[in-house]
């Protein structure tokens, strides 16, 4: 199966080939797994890079470690992706980041009333219906500020939410300077990333544009002026004063990743719609199949598919499209 890697893949390969300092070279490698697509046809280079990640890592962590003058490697470059998607929340100083954390996940950031509150990223679980999503809140960016390790994290995240105070005035200006800081990093925030990048130096990433603060006094013009600046974005209004609004922002979220939920059902049981099955939209049988288990497929006999607008055991072939909510049987 080909591996099918991103041309940001091959770039960031070429430095990592380039680096010669091993704590760098660690943390590219451990950016390259990160980015990776996971699945069958990279089996084999996940494999290999997590056999030089470990090497790396006695080299950097080993003895050598007490050398003078040896950069420390900074973990918080990276967070272990959990659930099935991870969102990073970025955005100008006291626009909400953490109060947004705090209000949907389990996670108990630092929440201040002044800028600059948030020093470390910190992640939690957001649970929509039946699927976790993992959201990572980071310290702040503004004209003269951005932590180090922030670019990494947003090049590593499935969804960019940029989280903008649109009750404040002055919000253009903050926003504008989240573009340009990362795009000085190589980072377009972008409503679709293109099929086709011209320049692979530079990543896109699938961003959209959280409207907070939004029942506050002057929010309603904020938002106009959101909506003209930004008319390509898909903008979800928030705030933390109103259930229905948090309840519809995560459902946004939700539907903006493209993802489906499949159930599993084992014959003459009821389906487990506990622990769905999360593919991309367009998602196979085959697909099914494979995140399961990679040897499942060559075991698979047939499928048997329920859901709206289908025969209910519907016999399927492997190149069936599944859509969310079904329930599929596999039969081996
Ligand atoms: N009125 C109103 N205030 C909010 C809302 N969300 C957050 N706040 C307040 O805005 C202030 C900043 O909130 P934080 O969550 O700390 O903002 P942040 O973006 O994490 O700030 P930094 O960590 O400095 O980047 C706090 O006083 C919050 O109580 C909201 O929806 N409505
Ligand atoms: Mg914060």
Do not use: C
């Amino acid at each position: 199966m080909p591996a099918n890697l991103p041309p940001q893949y091959y770039e960031l390969e070429r430095e990592y080939k380039a680096e010669r300092d091993p704590h760098e070279k660690l943390r590219l490698a451990q950016e390259l797994l990160a980015i990776m697509p996971k699945h069958k046809g990279t089996d084999k280079l996940q494999a290999d890079l997590k056999a030089k990640i470990s090497k790396l890592k006695l080299q950097v962590e080993g003895p050598s470690k007490k050398t003078h003058g040896t950069r420390h490697v900074d973990a918080r470059d990276h967070i272990e992706r959990e659930g099935a998607a991870q969102i990073i929340l970025i955005g100008p100083p006291n626009s909400g980041k953490s109060t947004i954390l705090d209000a949907v996940t389990g996670a108990r950031p630092l929440i201040g009333d002044y800028p600059y509150t948030t020093r470390e990223p910190m992640a939690g679980m957001m649970k929509f219906e039946s699927v976790q999503l993992q959201l990572i809140d980071t310290p702040p960016i503004a004209e003269d500020y951005m932590e180090k390790f922030v670019p990494p994290l947003v090049r590593q995240a499935d969804l960019v939410v940029l989280v903008v105070d649109i009750a404040t005035p002055g919000f253009e200006n903050r926003i504008a300077a989240v573009f340009r800081q990362l795009e000085d990093k190589r980072i377009i925030l972008t409503p679709q990333p293109p099929d086709k990048v011209d320049d692979p130096r530079f990543f896109h990433k699938k961003t959209v544009i959280a409207a907070h603060k939004s029942l506050e006094e002057g929010a309603g013009a904020g938002r106009e002026k959101l909506n003209e600046l930004y008319p390509g974005f898909t903008i979800i209004p928030s705030s933390i004063l109103d259930d229905d609004l948090m309840h519809n922002f995560k459902k946004a979220l939700f539907d903006t990743l493209g993802v489906i939920r499949v159930y599993t059902k084992k014959v003459g049981h009821e389906a487990d719609f506990d622990d769905p099955i999360i593919l991309p939209i367009g998602g196979t049988v085959e697909d099914a199949a494979l995140e399961l288990h990679k040897d499942f497929l060559n075991k698979l006999q047939y499928a048997k598919v329920w859901g709206k607008g289908k025969f209910e055991g519907q016999r399927v072939k492997n190149n069936f499209v599944l859509t969310d909510g079904d329930i599929i049987e596999f039969h081996i």
